[in-house]
C-alpha cells in the first residue's frame, strides 16, 4: 500500500480566495489523482496527474479554476482558485501503487467556503 | 464509458445479521472492481479488489465479494455485523495505469443493536 498525508486537513475560507492543498506520498508513484466528494454525495474525479506531463482534466473540470502541480514522484497541488460556496467540499488525492492496479486515499482536505 | 449502480443509499441491519450491499457496473472492458469503506470524518480505505483472478475476493474485516460477470455485479457481503462496521461503503470500477476511478453514489450501511 502507500501512506498519504494531505495538508491542510480542513480550512474555511472566503469567497473569491484560493487554496492549495497539498498531498504527499511515501513512496514513488507516476500516477496521483484529485478527487471532490461534495456534501453527502459521491467521489468525482477532477483530474490525473503525471509526473512530468500537464495534468489530465475531466469534463466540467478546467485548469484556471483547480490549477495541479506534479513536481516530482511523491508530490502533488491542487489548487481551488477564485473560490464560491459551490466548492464546498471534501479534495482527495489518490495515488495508483505499481503493479497493484489500486488507488490509495489519503485522509482528505474538508474545505468550507463562506 | 464505465458506470456503477448501488442500490440502496441506506441499509439498515441488525448487530450480528448478513450484511448484503448491492453493486451493479457497466463496463465495455474486463473490470477492476473495488469496495471503499469510508467512516465519518476520515477518507477511504480499500476493502478489497477484484482484477480478473479469483471470483470470490476476501477483504479485510471480514468482508467479501463476488464478481458474477453474466449480471454484472460486485456485490459486497458479511456473514455477521458488528457495530463497527457502520460506515459508508463506495463500489467503483476502473483503475489500471492512467484511470480514475468511476465511484457508486455510496451505500450507508447503519447497524442496529
Known amino acids: 500500500s502507500a501512506v498519504i498525508s494531505q495538508k491542510p486537513s480542513r480550512d474555511i475560507c472566503q469567497r473569491g480566495t484560493s487554496l492549495t492543498i497539498q498531498c504527499q506520498v511515501d513512496s514513488q508513484v507516476t500516477m496521483m489523482f484529485w478527487y471532490r466528494q461534495q456534501p453527502g454525495q459521491s467521489l468525482t474525479l477532477i483530474a490525473t496527474?503525471?509526473?512530468?506531463?500537464?495534468?489530465?482534466?475531466e469534463s466540467g473540470f478546467v485548469i484556471d479554476k483547480f490549477p495541479i502541480s506534479r513536481p516530482n514522484l511523491t508530490f502533488s497541488t491542487l489548487t481551488v482558485s477564485n473560490m464560491s460556496p459551490e466548492d464546498s467540499s471534501i479534495y482527495l488525492c489518490s495515488v495508483e501503487v505499481p503493479w497493484q492496479e489500486t488507488q490509495y486515499f489519503g485522509p482528505g482536505t474538508r474545505l468550507l467556503v463562506l | 464509458a464505465q458506470s456503477v449502480t448501488q442500490l440502496g443509499s441506506h441499509v439498515s441491519v441488525s448487530e450480528g445479521a448478513l450484511v448484503l450491499l448491492r453493486c451493479n457496473y457497466s463496463?465495455?472492458?474486463?473490470?477492476?472492481l473495488f469496495w471503499y469503506v469510508q467512516y465519518p470524518n476520515q477518507g477511504l480505505q480499500l476493502l478489497l479488489k477484484y482484477t480478473s483472478a479469483a471470483t470470490l475476493v476476501k477483504g479485510i474485516n471480514g468482508f467479501e465479494a463476488e464478481f458474477k460477470k453474466s449480471e454484472t455485479s460486485f456485490h459486497l457481503t458479511k456473514p455477521s455485523a458488528h457495530m463497527s462496521d457502520a460506515a459508508e461503503y463506495f463500489c467503483?470500477?476502473?483503475?489500471?495505469?492512467?484511470?480514475?476511478?468511476?465511484f457508486g453514489k455510496g451505500t450507508h450501511l447503519i447497524i442496529q443493536p
Open positions: 496527474a503525471n509526473q512530468g506531463s500537464e495534468a489530465t482534466y
Open positions: 463496463s465495455s472492458v474486463p473490470p477492476y
Open positions: 467503483a470500477v476502473g483503475g489500471g495505469g492512467a484511470d480514475g476511478l468511476t
